[in-house]
């Protein structure tokens, strides 16, 4: 008969990282110490400190890009991405399959039409050559997501968008300040989009920028996220809304507190990355688990640690697997809502989305009859089946790992 030593926790044995030694939690967050001295200062300027501009140019440094608009959210910084790429009614829009809502949105809010294309199916992420087996004459831009923040190997999916001349707009949500052959997501394809939630490696409570080289594109982004649409031709007369825009701006409280992220975010991610290159490592020991691999000149910022786990030799469901893991103190979960054909009905009924959305416009005639499931991306669907995910933070320490 086994010891309570030898069973695993789940079976009631002593789990490896009980409530006497608990793996650190992702929750409370690491605030920049020069919080206090933004807040004061914006307290005294009696809210006229100029925050926002000072946060744009160093973020804008930061990624290495020249332009920066901060936003509300990443959700709208990725529409805000897409209107100033001018994609519009009918255009078709070339995403990842694996990813969340806010990627989705913006593609539909410009009346566009989301096109999913298959990953590898050992990172989860697009490929330059899933890209192009999706690409019609009604394409217009790309959406890449670096998911987990590992970036994707992005010189084929470069090339493919400079032959069919697409419009690559990346969603670094989880990748921020990784790099790819020495530059930084977001500065990659034409157009970055960021998050600062407060899950995410930068947190503001709540957050987003644009990142940009093209100067156009930048003005468009502020004009559509801040003016909304609005030009101003006479002086004496006002505004003129000669677009559709929105209000998603930022707000000076939220920038008081991101500039403090901002300071500390370059070590931080460092270590995410120290820590997440030490359990590939480690895994990799284990027959049946593997890490999800980086892409040679990638890197991986590690928002998420997902693995996979070979189901069928372990003879044990997904869930099951994880929940032995989740009673030893190591908690992970599947994560089958990111499978997006699958988990976002909305897209199989887009009728009401676009006929009663308030935005002008009809359905394009090149959504009917389309059918959205998980079968459209295999790949994707295989990897969601066999990949679970750790949270992960710069707390660990290497005995943690």
């Not at 608009?69 to 078709?92: I, K, Q, R």
């Not at 987990?148 to 090339?159: Q, T, W, Y």
């Not at 507190?257 to 997440?276: F, T, V």
């Not at 040679?296 to 994880?322: C, H, K, M, N, Q």
């Amino acid at each position: 008969m086994k010891t309570s030593d030898e069973l695993p926790a789940i079976e009631g044995g002593e789990p490896v990282r009980g409530e006497n030694h608990p793996l650190p939690r992702v929750f409370p967050r690491e605030i920049g110490p020069k919080a206090m001295d933004y807040f004061r200062e914006l307290v005294e300027s009696g809210n006229t400190a100029n925050l926002l501009e000072r946060f744009d140019k160093a973020f804008a440094s930061l990624i290495g890009a020249k332009f920066a608009v901060s936003l509300s959210n990443c959700t709208v910084a990725c529409h805000t991405a897409l209107a100033a790429a001018g994609v519009g009614p009918g255009d078709e829009v070339v995403v990842s399959p694996i990813t969340d809502y806010g990627t989705v949105y913006g593609i539909i809010a410009q009346r566009a039409i989301p096109v999913f294309a298959d990953v590898n199916k050992l990172n989860g992420n697009v490929t330059g050559e899933t890209i192009e087996k999706v690409i019609t004459d009604k394409t217009k831009a790309v959406m890449i997501v670096h998911w987990a923040g590992i970036v994707c190997d992005m010189d084929p999916i470069l090339e493919v968008a400079k032959i069919h001349d697409l419009i690559v707009i990346e969603d670094c949500c989880q990748s921020i300040l990784a790099k790819y052959k020495s530059k930084s997501s977001g500065t990659l394809g034409d157009i970055g989009c960021f998050s600062f939630d407060v899950e995410k490696h930068m947190s503001c409570g709540s957050g987003g920028a644009i990142v940009t080289n093209n100067e156009e594109y930048f003005e468009r982004a502020k004009n559509f996220a801040y003016a909304r649409g609005s030009v101003i031709e006479d002086p004496s007369f006002g505004r003129r809304h000669k677009v559709l825009g929105n209000n998603y701006r930022f707000d000076i409280v939220r920038a008081a507190l991101a500039l403090a992220q901002l300071e500390i975010l370059s070590r931080k991610i460092k270590r995410y990355m120290i820590l997440g290159i030490k359990l590939n490592k480690g895994l990799k020991k284990i027959e049946g688990v593997m890490p999800c691999p980086v892409p040679e000149g990638s890197e991986a910022a590690y928002w998420i640690y997902p693995f996979l786990v070979e189901t069928e030799r372990f003879r044990i469901s997904l869930d099951d697997f994880g929940k032995a893991l989740s009673a030893e103190g190591l908690y992970a979960s599947p994560g089958r809502y990111y499978l997006v054909p699958e988990s976002h009905n909305l897209l199989n009924d887009l009728r009401y989305t676009y006929d009663k959305s308030t935005s002008p416009g009809g359905r394009p005639d090149n959504y009917i009859g389309r059918k959205y499931s998980a079968d459209m991306t295999p790949n994707a669907k295989w990897y969601i089946e066999h990949m679970l995910r750790w949270p992960f933070t710069d707390k660990y320490s290497e005995e943690d790992i």
